[in-house]
C-alpha cells in the first residue's frame, strides 16, 4: 500500500490541468513502482485524433517500456476519473495491483460505477481499487472543464 495517496493524486491532477490546456477532457495517470512516479499520461484523444489516447493508455505504455516488460506486477495507478472499458481491460491485461480513482464515473465507469472489469473471478487476474483519493478535486476539475465548454458552445450559437 502507498503511504503517499494524495501526492500521486497531485501528481495525477497536474497531468490532468495539461490535457485541460489543450482543451481535452481533462484527465490524468500516473504510475507508481517502488514508491516513485515510473509514468504519467493525459487525455490527448482530440490532439492525437486517436481513439486509444487515453491517460491511462499513455501511462501504460510509457511505464511497460521504462520497465522492459508488459507486465506491470507490483505497479500501482493512479487516475483522476474512473477508467472506461478499454482502460480496465489494459489496466488488467498489464497486470498492475492496484487503481486508485480520484472521481468515478457513472455514465462510463468499469471499475464499479457501469461494470466492474478490475475485479472479474474468471479473469487471470484482479486488481485492488481504492476510490475517492481527492475526489472533490477531481470532480471539480471536470465539472468546470464541461461546464465551460457548453458556455463556449452557446456563445458561438449566439454568434452565428
Not at 507508481?32 to 499520461?41: C, S
Not at 493508455?57 to 500501482?76: F, H, N, P, Q, V
Not at 497486470?95 to 471499475?111: H, L, T, W
Request: hydrophobic share 40%.
Amino acid at each position: 500500500m502507498e503511504k503517499n495517496r494524495e501526492k500521486y493524486m497531485r501528481a495525477a491532477i497536474r497531468e490532468a490541468k495539461k490535457a485541460y490546456a489543450l482543451e481535452e477532457v481533462p484527465i490524468g495517470c500516473v504510475i507508481v513502482y517502488q514508491d516513485k512516479i515510473i509514468a504519467r499520461g493525459y487525455n490527448r484523444r482530440n490532439t492525437d485524433k486517436n481513439t486509444v489516447a487515453h491517460a491511462e493508455m499513455s501511462a501504460i505504455k510509457k511505464a511497460s517500456k521504462k520497465l522492459g516488460d508488459w507486465r506491470l506486477e507490483g505497479c500501482t495507478m493512479y487516475v483522476t476519473l474512473e477508467p472506461c472499458q478499454m482502460c480496465a481491460g489494459a489496466i488488467v491485461q498489464a497486470r498492475i495491483d492496484e487503481v486508485v480513482i480520484g472521481s468515478m464515473n457513472p455514465k462510463a465507469g468499469c471499475a464499479g460505477s457501469v461494470l466492474n472489469l478490475l475485479d472479474i473471478p474468471a479473469f487471470n487476474h484482479q486488481v485492488h481499487i481504492t476510490k475517492g483519493i481527492l475526489e472533490e478535486e477531481c470532480s471539480q476539475m471536470l465539472s468546470g472543464f464541461f461546464k465551460e465548454l457548453r458556455e463556449k458552445k452557446r456563445k458561438n450559437k449566439e454568434v452565428v
